[in-house]
């Protein structure tokens, strides 16, 4: 059985360059729709402009004072925990 589908044109350039096209099935088909999927999303991330948030959320991300000191963070507020208590609770 033959069916028509429209597909992308790079889609179709691919198929088209197939050696053996007539012996194509449908996950090869499912693939290369994958791809170009995959290589348009890259492409809109690259050129998408961030909002205002977007933008400020990620430099107080990469500029934070307590970067990479996870570990040194959860050590001190454990032994502030295991530490503290109140008068009342004397």
């Known amino acids: 059985m033959n069916i028509t589908i429209n597909v ?10 197939l050696k ?12 290369m729709l994958e791809k170009y ?6 492409t809109s991330t690259l050129t ?23 570990r040194e963070v959860n050590e001190a507020s454990q032994e502030f925990r295991d530490h503290f208590y109140f008068k009342h609770d004397l």
């Open 37 to 42: 999927r995959d290589t348009i999303q890259k």
């Open 48 to 70: 998408e402009k961030k909002s205002k948030w977007s933008t400020i959320a990620e430099e107080i991300h990469n500029e934070s004072p307590l970067h990479g000191l996870s």
């Open 20 to 31: 053996n096209r007539d012996d194509m099935e449908i996950q090869d088909l499912i693939t």
């Open 8 to 17: 992308p044109d790079q889609v179709g350039e691919e198929i088209n360059n």
